[in-house]
């Protein structure tokens, strides 16, 4: 697998029931909140402007990868992680030091068909895309530009 550096394609999940490739779609960008895993967090860190994401849809029957946005907005704070209220707040984290930080997406596309994980897995090894290895649960994965290319002609 190419290494992180090099990679502009990533893979960005949500529960449809909670924010899916249409509400995208209408709103035509978003800030990404909510991730609270220390490598999620890691490569959204790594994210560049005009880096393009998979939108993945998980929890759904199939899950899959429904569609395509860019990133338009990095070192974006997570303002989620301040909200007593919010499932997302860390009490460890204040304004002058926060501990999240999350990019903005634009919409790009919504694919005519879902790209099921069972397709996934038959075309990908665990080596060439993360999400096909198991027990993998991250949110946010980097895609090296030939497995992009490669899922790409599925839609």
Known sequence: MNSVKSANY???????????????QREHDTIWDGVRNY?????LRQ???GDLAFFYHSNSTPPGIVGLMKI???????????????K????KSTSDSPRWHTVTVQFVEA?????SLATL??????????LVRPGNRLSVMP???????????YR
């Open 10 to 24: 990533w893979l960005m999940k949500s529960e449809p029931d909670v924010y899916s490739i249409l509400d995208l």
């Open 39 to 43: 490598q999620a967090r890691n490569f």
């Open 47 to 49: 994210m560049k402007l």
């Open 72 to 86: 338009v907005k990095t070192d974006v704070v997570d303002l989620t992680q301040f909200e007593p209220t919010s």
């Open 88 to 91: 997302y707040y860390d009490p």
């Open 111 to 115: 694919f005519p068909e879902i790209i």
């Open 121 to 130: 897995k038959e075309q990908f090894t665990a080596d060439d895309l993360l």
């Open 143 to 153: 895609i090296c530009v030939d497995v992009a290319n490669r899922i790409l002609v």
